[in-house]
DNA sequence: AATGAATGAGCATTCATTCAT
DNA sequence: CATGAATGAATGCTCATTCAT
């Protein structure tokens, strides 16, 4: 699936590569995805010239630092799911899944929506995490701990909203909680 | 609030600036807020001259079409809080400012957020509405119908979250309605 | 054929497109294609935003300019054509228009060119002079003044080699004199 | 002229060499000088690096392969000179060089330039062959093949021009051969 | 020697805003 | 007042050339 199509890269181009991406995740999630590739660049101690090698194009960047964020939630949704039971693990990845979308929601937005077009990469990194979804909130409903008229459309679409709401909220951890419990209550039965 | 500062404006310069607000919202809704000024100025049959004339910035025009939408929820609002039970007012406006909420992300984002950089029409048309708010979460929480733990500023951002979501479902009712639902329901006590 | 499509155009509007035409002209011509929009709008004494506001594309220039070029030639052909009797108009057109193809090849080399890509107003000058041409080794074949065996493409492309000639000899009148000569001699019948 | 100063050169460098300098010429020749020094690498399988060890400069690569041709050219011309009788073979040798020429103008178009700007090697090369071209000339003049009044500077012009026109011909042999038929019965006297 | 990653000046093009008409 | 031409800073991207591996 993930096979070794690419050559292994060279020591400093991969931390150039690396730090490229870290640079963009950052910077387009905290001031949008106007950011100027060239101050993407500088940051990471590097000419533009370096970032379109690794990049095509600004977009590429952008797809690039999203599949890597999909990547990791996709991994810590698969552990999430091993390690609990059926029901436990939907609430869990719910949240999960909110969390770890934080950042400007231009930008999150981007992140659960299936209709970015035809990205490759990003379709396929989606796809993953929608067909872990499925399970989990097939298991879930059997279980009798979801409301049985939710659909993975639906689930998506909350936790877009959900994310986009976490972001309004800041940091309080206490509000944060409450929102959850407004939501995962409303997600059971009745 | 604010006096009769501005003068009368003549009739075809108030249609100008009426036609142009329409066209800014329409267009911002539907295509994002980067769609160039020169295209908003000739589909609203006026040259950027005039546009600019009436909006001395992008972004005061931006901020004219976000203070009429929250005027027009603050109206609405008033209404349903003037004809309804405290309880079920709240839950009515909360399904109104949602659906009213519709249009693309990076703009419907802003429309509750109270930390825009201090756009003086903004805030004020925000702090009316927000005013409508608590008045409405005090009563439904008064009568019972709303979880007493939940402050004004979850709901403000639960509302911005519901809006991001509804937009992420598209049209079908039935979809939209179980969010409703979920939502509505995590909203009631315990 | 040449309607009246484009409104009037403001006096000073159309003095700035007529210097970027000029300055375009003369630039390409000596200096070849290369030179950088940004140079040509300077030496116009307008910014670059003018251009593309007159030329939405570099591109698009370049054939503005070539359009011109080629419309001169072929009023200037026509008059010829109208003044004299068949076979000395076509001789005469023939040196005529390789006076006026003068330049750096890499342009005149698209002046007589059919197969540049599909651009309409390009297109059209071209086909124009083609058809003047045409009708000109027509008459002259008919009255015996040039051989019979010579098609049109032939002739477009020996307008073209003689162009590049011109421009490698300079500016010396005897020798452009002596190459005519050699051309025109071979155009003749056996 | 210019001694052995260019050590041996390993076998794999030489051989390196040679594909450069075929790729390029090729490439050069059918898409124009515009072609990235990056492509021409690649499709000769080696690295940028390597090319640039080999050809300081891009312009250097150009020269390269611009000697390569003349020097065949002459070559050719010679043998000619040697088998044929002065008035035949300055006829051969004018239609031999023009088809040796083909390829993109742009390119050609230095070939017989004499003007440009004083690369040392192929100002050598073009010595060369108008050294030749001078003898061939003067042959033919003297056994009354060829107008008398013809200079060298205008044969030069010519053999730049008529190449310029086979390109425009593509490659319909009896088009080509009436092209030659026009000029070269140009070139004799009267 | 060969490689290919890094560099950064350079270029075409866009767009908010100003100002002469 | 309205108009739309002019402006030019800003941006994404390319490509010849250098240099660490």
Chains 1, 2, 3, 4 share one sequence.
Request: glycine share 6%; with cysteine; charged share 25%.
């Amino acid at each position: 699936m993930s096979g070794a199509k690419e050559r292994p890269l060279r020591a400093d181009a991969a931390r150039n590569r690396a730090r490229l991406l870290d640079v963009a995740t950052e910077v387009f999630t905290t001031r949008g995805v106007g950011v100027p590739t060239e101050e993407i660049a500088r940051t990471a101690g590097v000419g533009v010239g370096t970032l379109f090698r690794h990049f095509p194009t600004k977009e590429a960047l952008l797809e690039a630092v999203m599949v890597r964020r999909l990547e990791a939630i996709a991994a810590q949704t698969a552990r999430l799911a091993a390690e609990m039971k059926p029901s436990d693990a939907f609430f869990a990845c719910f949240q999960l899944i909110v969390e770890q979308s934080a950042g400007k929601n231009e930008f999150a937005q981007a992140l659960v929506a299936a209709d970015v077009d035809a990205h490759a990469a990003l379709q396929e990194s989606s796809d993953v995490i929608q067909a872990q979804l499925a399970v989990l909130l097939d298991g879930a409903q059997r279980a009798g701990a979801v409301r049985p008229d939710l659909g993975l459309p639906e689930l998506l679409a909350l936790l877009a909203g959900i994310s986009t709401t976490m972001e309004h909220l800041g940091a309080d951890p206490a509000s944060r909680q409450r929102i959850f419990d407004v939501v995962l209550d409303g997600l059971r039965p009745h």
